[in-house]
């Protein structure tokens, strides 16, 4: 059996400030339903779903992470700070990859990195 496709779906409780946020980081609407509470992302090929649904209790920590892999971490990250997100600093981590980190306004974290060790030294 195989998957034709995943797309994640991230809980909100601030619609409207999602897409924004999301929008800053290249994604494009392709669905949405504010009655519902829920919106189709796009960026490239590849998917997001956001759904106030499954956002039913706001004080549970959330313990998911989205981990982003753009074609040049540097670009993305200058794109996402010229977009206006307060993005720290890249930083390279103990497991070789060139990152930063931030959180959506409804408290969801995402990963961004590229792995930009030579071939082989991984």
Same mark, same amino acid.
């Given at each position: 059996?195989?998957? @034709?496709?995943?797309? +994640?779906?991230?809980?909100?409780?601030?619609? @409207?400030?999602?897409?924004?946020? =999301?929008?800053? $980081?290249?994604? %494009?609407?392709?669905?949405?339903?504010?009655? /519902?509470?829920?919106? %189709? $992302?796009?960026?490239?090929? !590849? @998917?997001?779903? /956001?759904? %106030?649904?499954?956002? /039913?209790?706001?004080?549970?920590?959330?313990?998911?992470? /989205?981990? $982003?892999?753009? #074609? =040049?971490?540097? #670009? &993305?990250?200058?794109?996402?700070?010229?977009?206006?997100?307060?993005? +720290?600093? $890249?930083?390279?981590? &103990?497991?070789?990859?060139? @990152? &930063?980190?931030?959180?959506?306004?409804?408290?969801?974290?995402?990963?961004?990195?590229?792995?930009?060790?030579? +071939?082989? !030294?991984?």
């Amino acid at each position: 059996m195989n998957l @034709e496709r995943l797309v +994640p779906m991230q809980p909100v409780s601030d619609l @409207e400030a999602a897409v924004a946020f =999301d929008g800053k $980081l290249g994604f %494009r609407v392709e669905q949405r339903d504010d009655g /519902l509470g829920w919106a %189709r $992302l796009r960026c490239g090929r !590849h @998917e997001l779903m /956001l759904d %106030r649904s499954i956002s /039913l209790h706001p004080g549970i920590p959330r313990t998911a992470v /989205l981990y $982003l892999y753009p #074609e =040049d971490i540097v #670009e &993305f990250h200058r794109q996402a700070r010229a977009n206006g997100l307060d993005a +720290p600093d $890249l930083e390279t981590t &103990f497991y070789g990859m060139t @990152e &930063f980190r931030i959180e959506d306004p409804n408290g969801n974290r995402l990963w961004i990195g590229q792995d930009r060790r030579p +071939p082989g !030294h991984g």
